[in-house]
């Protein structure tokens, strides 16, 4: 309804041009929204405020033109002029039934629209370092970034999903020797491990899957792999420095074993992370087109492409033997390192050169999903992009901010390196998986979550995923009572005008609203709002089939009824999709 009364605007002012309007407007600039006061009417535009100045009229008496050009429509039962130039729209008595008859018709696809006109977006998210499993705080990038896909391909948007391994740099290094270490170990090897090494527990089988593949072949004394190291960080030790400490056991590792096999071990170890991640993110309903791996990219010579051309551009300059990157022509608060002096390569540059490949795919619009730690790298990647060619505007990123696991009232650690931080995969197994989904979309990305297992856990109206579900499942129920009572539903029989008490006035309206959230949802990369709305349409649901009986004796009213509670379902069932939640018949 709301694109239509939108269409109708839009004819009106058409038909302004030239005598009241000097020129033809924008359809962009044609919005119209849902009034927040009944006694304002249904819906309502400013759109006469919006063109006054240019027009050089008074708001109210532009207004009163645009109405009196309204075409004549079966949905609207009057418009009128308000308060300063508001424009207000009653709608006719049937008009509010064609939403009904859209779930009818529609089923699945209602509530799919094609704002996004095609538009290729690549949404990069997770991309979690493949160190170890994934954890609570990245299933809400998870769970946030398969949505807002679902939601963006769900308004015409031509969606591609990727995710970037970042596996080259010293962290792999670091997971390299880790698992290298607990091989010795596994060996024979009386192994001193160290504390910046990866030490929980998942390291220990990708280390026997080695051993059992390679025997040892690989085996070196630990003497000779630590000899030279300078001493590690841990108490009682005077000087130590566990960076220049696990530092000197890669190097020597590398040495010992030669960089073939050390390459060897990192390719490895790598794999086995990736393949339990996999895992992890299928069982969690995430799929990706593509997992693009940053190794890869280095061996490729992008990156050095990437720079010759910032080079060519004057975009980047030599400061103290490094290579550095002009971001503060971009807004950034101080130009950024790319080479350093010793030649090696910052984690920018690769980062410059992989999102210039996305764009360079053809892809139109980058949307990064990224921790809030990263808020100060969104700046200089722009500028990059900005200062080889690219649009600005191509590059879009959702910072998503912390989760917060509460059990039994208190805060659970989290620390990969230490190994007392809390798996996704075990989150996943106490509450399942559509709370799982559904907790991380409750609330909005750019605000902190508490993730509450015992509430996740409920079957209870407090619950909201329980909520909501039972909703669905309650239709079902319903369908399932008329069978045994002998009676049945005809749909083209109903008589969608006998829908006029207060609750079904509400379902109505609600249902009616569920194009627009799915719009505003994925255009605003807001999926709570989808959450939100399913949670009241539930509400709504409950509330009607606690106040009425829908399996009655006058069976044009119980088409009408069923007709109704058969479209929440469906509504339901396709919002419940998006977020990746699935819609049980029973419960």
């Known amino acids: 309804m709301k694109s239509d009364l ?53 708001p109210r008496e532009l207004a009163t033109a645009i109405v009196n050009a309204l075409p004549p429509s079966p949905l609207v039962a009057g418009a009128e002029v308000a308060g300063a130039g508001f424009i207000n729209f009653r709608l006719a008595k049937d008009a509010w039934f064609a939403s009904l008859k859209a779930v009818a018709t529609q089923g699945p696809d209602y509530g799919r629209s094609k704002v996004g006109a095609g538009r290729k977006v690549m949404v990069e998210f997770v991309s979690a370092n493949p160190t170890g499993p994934m954890h609570v705080g990245h299933g809400r990038g998870a769970a946030y970034g398969a949505t807002l896909g679902n939601l963006l391909e769900a308004t015409g948007h031509t969606v591609y999903r990727e995710y970037y391994i970042n596996d080259a740099g010293r962290q792999i290094d670091i997971l390299a020797v880790s698992v290298y270490l607990r091989y010795l170990e596994a060996c024979g ?13 998942y390291i220990v089988p990708v280390a026997a899957a080695l051993k059992a593949q390679r025997g040892d072949v690989l085996k070196r004394a630990f003497a000779d792999v630590a000899a030279g190291a300078p001493p590690d960080a841990s108490p009682g030790v005077v000087g130590g420095d566990k960076d220049k400490h696990v530092d000197a056991l890669i190097a020597n590792a590398r040495k010992l074993l030669g960089a073939a096999e050390f390459e060897f071990i990192i390719l490895f170890a790598r794999d086995a992370m990736m393949a339990d991640i996999r895992n992890d993110l299928e069982e969690f309903r995430v799929s990706f087109d593509r997992f693009y791996s940053e190794r890869e990219l280095t061996q490729s010579g992008d990156i050095d492409r990437m720079l010759a051309r910032l080079r060519e551009s004057g975009h980047v300059y030599e400061k103290d033997g490094a290579l550095w990157f002009k971001s503060t022509d971009y807004g950034d608060d101080e130009d950024r390192v790319v080479v350093r002096a010793n030649g090696e390569k910052t984690y920018f540059a690769p980062d410059i050169a992989y999102h210039d490949d996305k764009l360079r795919r053809g892809h139109e619009l980058l949307i990064d999903v990224w921790g809030a730690d990263h808020h100060g790298y969104v700046s200089r990647v722009r500028g990059a992009l900005m200062a080889l060619g690219h649009e600005g505007e191509s590059f879009e990123v959702c910072l998503m901010q912390l989760v917060r696991l509460m059990r039994n009232g208190e805060l659970v650690p989290m620390g990969k390196r230490e190994g007392n931080f809390v798996t996704l995969r075990e989150v996943r197994n106490e509450v399942g998986n559509d709370a799982c989904r559904f907790f991380y979309l409750m609330r909005s990305h750019d605000q902190g979550l508490d993730f509450d297992l015992e509430l996740a ?44 008490n207060a609750y079904e006035q509400a379902v109505i309206t609600a249902l009616s609203k569920y194009p627009e959230i799915v719009a505003h949802a994925a255009l605003s990369r807001a999926p709570h709002a989808l959450a939100h709305f399913l949670r009241d349409l539930a509400n709504t649901l409950h509330t009607y089939y606690n106040a009425e009986q829908f399996i009655v004796e006058d069976a044009a009213l119980r088409n009408a009824r069923l007709t109704l509670v058969l479209a929440v379902q469906t509504v339901i069932r396709n919002g419940l999709g998006l977020l990746g939640v699935s819609a049980p018949e029973t419960m």
């Open 6 to 58: 939108e269409r109708l605007l839009q004819e009106a002012l058409r038909t302004l041009v030239p005598g009241v309007l000097a020129e033809a407007v924008d359809p962009a600039q044609v919005v119209v929204e849902r009034a927040r006061d009944a006694q304002h009417g249904d819906f309502q535009s400013n759109i006469a405020l919006r063109l006054a100045k240019a027009a050089r009229r008074n």
């Open 189 to 201: 090897e009386m192994v001193i491990f160290p504390s910046n090494a990866y030490k929980a527990e």
């Open 457 to 500: 856990k409920s079957r209870s109206n407090e619950n909201p995923v329980y909520y909501i579900q039972y909703a669905h499942a309650r239709v079902s129920s319903v369908m399932k009572q008329l069978g045994s009572k002998g009676l049945t539903y005809d749909a083209a029989a109903a008589d969608l005008s006998q829908l006029t």
